[in-house]
């Protein structure tokens, strides 16, 4: 059994992180690959991660941020297996609000 292998992205979007992983990025990973994006949708080429997943490599991920936001209804994402999407505010909850409103 392959070890399991975890890639979670944690940057803001600048110039430098635009586009981080496309193709080539996405064909040198491991199969056993899980990749989260927690931050913007522009990070990685979206096209590229649909063309891996669908190619079978992969076993799951999960995507926060998408590079067209909102995401409409109908999106290959969304019917994808093993594929996690929630929207770009997933983290909040009556916890963290209240976290955010008592710090400078």
């Known amino acids: 059994m392959l070890a ?3 890639i979670s992205l ?3 979007l600048t110039h430098e992180t ?3 992983f496309t193709a080539p990025e996405l064909a040198a990973m491991n ?3 899980f990749l989260i994006n927690t931050c913007r949708g522009e990070s ?3 096209g590229d991660l649909i063309a891996a997943l669908a190619s079978g490599r992969w076993r799951a991920r999960d ?3 998408r590079e067209n936001e909102p995401i409409g209804a109908v999106h290959v994402l969304l019917s994808t297996p093993d594929v996690i999407v929630t929207p770009h505010l997933g983290g909040y ?3 963290s609000l209240r976290g955010m409103g008592r710090k400078p």
């Open 31 to 33: 199969d056993s690959v």
């Open 44 to 46: 990685s080429n979206e």
């Open 63 to 65: 995507e926060r941020g």
């Open 4 to 6: 399991q292998r975890l």
């Open 10 to 12: 944690h940057c803001p």
């Open 93 to 95: 909850s009556v916890v």
């Open 18 to 20: 635009s586009r981080m």
